[in-house]
């Protein structure tokens, strides 16, 4: 199976900072990843999928880079309703998908 | 609009049985992949099970395969993971998703409804 790890597991950052999660693959997985906002209490939202494509719906300031083994999302601007949990996701290993541990982004 | 609605959760003993049921709407049912996923109290997600557009063929995550059994009825656009011998690590709640363009994404989620399987 393939793993995913991502990194910080929390960041503390305030209104209008700049916020990067890492997510690493234990093996290669092209561009087959995606990115989900988690708030408490409510089911997960796609934001960015195919690495880097912006859900319909979903604020510009997000956005999805990397490809292989090494991804990122970044917040460009850090907005009151974006502190949540954050998941990668791969989608390589078809069907067998798995998710990253989760990064919480908290209010500084 | 999309929505997607679980239902069928509840507590549940050791090496008991319990259905989920998700009626889906504002879309066509038939035309997606679907999927269940799970999150342990305070943990993580992962990914249970999907299942094609005509059901001819499903997959599931090895802890539950042999016990879980995902299935779907087009005519009432529902999705439904019949679970046996259920155990406390599969305590959870379970949420029925879309999958985005074929078996890669997950676009839209249900509520999720809460598994507690305990003595």
């Known amino acids: 199976d393939i793993q995913m790890t991502q990194s910080p597991s929390s960041v503390s950052a305030s209104v209008g900072d700049r916020v990067t999660i890492t997510c690493r693959a234990s093996?290669?997985?092209?561009?087959?990843l995606a990115w989900y906002q988690q708030k408490p209490g409510k089911a997960p939202k796609l934001l960015i999928y195919?690495?880097?494509s912006l859900q319909s719906g979903v604020p510009s300031r997000f956005s999805g880079s990397g490809s292989g083994t090494d991804f990122t999302l970044t917040i460009s601007s850090l907005q009151p309703e974006d502190f949540a949990t954050y998941y990668c996701?791969?989608?390589?290993?078809?069907?067998?998908?798995?998710f990253g541990q989760g990064t919480k982004v908290e209010i500084k | 609009e999309v929505q997607l609605v679980e239902s069928g959760g509840g507590l549940v003993q050791p090496g008991g049985s319990l259905r989920l049921s998700c009626a889906a709407s504002?879309?066509?049912?038939?035309?997606?992949?679907m999927s269940w996923v799970r999150q342990a109290p305070g943990k993580g997600l992962e990914w249970v099970a999907n299942?094609?557009?005509?059901?001819?063929?499903?997959y599931y995550v090895d802890s539950v395969k042999g016990r879980f059994t995902i299935s779907r009825d087009n005519a009432k656009n529902s999705l439904y993971l019949q679970m046996n011998s259920l155990r406390a690590e599969d305590t959870a709640v379970y949420y029925c998703?879309?999958?985005?363009?074929?078996?890669?994404?997950?676009?839209?989620w249900g509520q999720g409804t809460l598994v507690t399987v305990s003595s």
């Open positions: 998703a879309r999958d985005k363009a074929g078996p890669y994404y997950f676009d839209y």
């Open positions: 504002g879309f066509t049912f038939s035309s997606y992949w």
């Open positions: 299942i094609k557009q005509d059901g001819s063929e499903k």
């Open positions: 093996q290669g997985i092209s561009s087959w």
């Open positions: 195919a690495a880097s």
């Open positions: 996701q791969q989608a390589n290993s078809f069907p067998s998908w798995t």
